[in-house]
């Protein structure tokens, strides 16, 4: 719940962060690239809080007595901080490197690239793997409130510079890089500041990096990047359809990525570390319980914000977004995305919790493999929406990666050792039936009612919401509701 709170806190603040750039660069190339200097870090502190630092951190931190885990922390933060400053010199030095690869179709401004200023976007790479070292070591001591707050806190540093930047798009950009900089900087303080004394205290020299350790992070880091690198692919791909097209795909994910942060994602950050207990007391009925426990619940959610999203999802925009520099033709547009990405949530609840069960069986390698053949498809079904310059045909290849790595994970777990233990329980299916009702009970009362307002289109959506996944978790939860509860 606590982490819940969190996460829910600084995806608010990460939404707000979107409505002001949004309202003040709108659907433009100075937007594309506004994007693009916060995709940095949000892509580093991503990468190492859900990918190889969590995976390979928190069950050797958790096995390791005090003195062994404080060496490992401090050898972990010099290793990752080193290598992230050579990255940051390469952002701040070179940028048509980076540029090249995740957005071809967009240009740095020469005033900011004469300012100097992608250094500070360059020093906040290493700030951020630092940050991604101490969440992981805060999880593995079951503190998951304060490395909730770092996304919280890097957005209110963010939307406080883009709100204090005098006018016109250079100038936002370049107190952005300003802004990025300082937000990194106290997400990393913050988790220093409740970080175990020990860690800081302990000159061990026993324990410390392994090679069976460094071997477990390479693994996991690779699969975790690939993954997370598969929507700045897409991305990527969207900033050759034109001007202001990345922006466009950019805030349609930014409204997927928030409820899924806040009450899907978040059931898998808190089941990995109870897998991995449970593995490693060898009790795998335990671990098919917390995984079948969390996947009903990530369903559910999952499906209510599909149902309520596809009826009210346009309204939602135009409350949200259309302002500023976006017109009513960008929200369409922005709502034509938006209602095709809705149909990756339930996919991505199966396949987040999919990846912790399978990474808590020490099985990295293969969620390596089945992430390869997944970006292989990425690559194949969004070829005819370049080819034909179509955004919507782009956005449906990102769903069709998104529902072939969910296929992928949920088969090797159920032919996994445990032989088809990890299945869907009985009521999860009526649980899912009760909440899609109720979702069309919403979009009934919208059609019925025929509310122009988007203020009271997007107030009947929060009902039809909280209603669909009261519904469903009820259901879900009631124990006479399990044929195996009536045996």
């Known amino acids: 719940m606590l982490l819940s709170l969190a996460l829910m806190a600084g995806r608010l603040a990460g939404f707000g962060r979107e409505l002001v750039l949004a309202s003040s660069l709108g659907l433009s190339a100075e937007a594309d690239m506004a994007v ?80 100097g200023l992608l250094i500070a976007l360059g020093a906040s790479l290493p700030l951020s793997a630092l940050a991604g070292i101490s969440s992981a070591a805060l999880q593995s001591h079951q503190r998951f409130f304060v490395a909730g707050c770092g996304t919280l806190i890097f957005n209110l540093s963010v939307i406080s510079g883009l709100l204090l930047s005098p006018p016109g798009a250079n100038q936002t950009l370049m107190v952005l890089c300003w802004a990025i900089l300082l937000g990194t900087g106290l997400r990393w303080f913050s988790q220093l500041v409740v970080m175990p004394r020990s860690y800081f205290r302990s000159h061990d020299q026993e324990g410390g990096l392994s090679l069976s350790l460094l071997k ?63 593995h490693s007391q060898g009790d795998p009925s335990g671990a098919k319980q917390v995984f079948s426990n969390a996947l009903g619940r990530g369903l559910v959610l999952a499906v209510a914000v599909l149902g309520t999203g596809l009826c009210f999802g346009d309204a939602v925009v135009a ?26 949530v339930p996919l991505v609840s199966i396949s987040s919790l999919a990846t912790a069960a399978l990474n808590a069986r020490q099985q990295a390698a293969l969620v390596l493999k089945l992430t390869l053949v997944a970006l292989l498809a990425l690559l194949a079904l969004s070829a005819p929406g370049i080819y034909l310059g179509s955004g919507p045909m782009l956005m449906g290849g990102f769903v069709g990666f998104h529902a072939v790595y969910a296929g992928l994970t949920l088969w090797q777990l159920r032919a996994g050792p445990a032989g088809g233990a990890f299945g869907l329980e009985p009521k999860i299916p009526s649980a899912l039936v009760f909440t899609a009702l ?24 929060v009902l039809t919401f909280g209603l669909s996944a009261a519904a469903g978790l009820r259901t879900f939860s009631n124990p006479n509701s399990s044929p195996r509860a009536a045996e």
């Open 36 to 115: 693009l200097l916060l995709t940095l870090p949000d892509l580093l502190v991503n990468l190492l809080l859900s990918g190889g630092l969590a995976i390979a951190l928190v069950p050797a931190l958790q096995q390791a007595g005090p003195s062994q885990a404080a060496r490992l922390f401090q050898q972990s933060s010099l290793w990752v901080a080193g290598l992230f400053s050579v990255l940051g010199v390469i952002v701040a030095f070179a940028p048509e490197i980076w540029l090249s690869a995740l957005a071809p179709g967009v240009r740095v401004p020469s005033e900011l690239a004469a300012s």
């Open 216 to 278: 477990t992070f390479g693994v996991g880091l690779m699969s975790a990047s690939l993954l997370i690198l598969a929507p700045v692919m897409v991305r990527s791909l969207a900033s050759l359809l034109g001007p202001g097209q990345l922006a466009g795909f950019n805030f349609a994910n930014k409204l997927i990525e928030l409820p899924l942060g806040i009450l899907i994602t978040t059931l898998a950050t808190i089941a990995y570390p109870r897998l991995c207990e449970m």
């Open 319 to 344: 409350l949200l977004l259309q302002r500023g520099k976006i017109d009513a033709n960008g929200a369409a547009t922005i709502a034509q995305l938006l209602s095709i990405a809705l149909f990756s």
């Open 438 to 461: 109720v979702c069309a009970a919403g979009a009934l009362a919208d059609h019925y009612l025929a509310a122009t307002s988007p203020w009271e289109r997007s107030a009947l959506a």
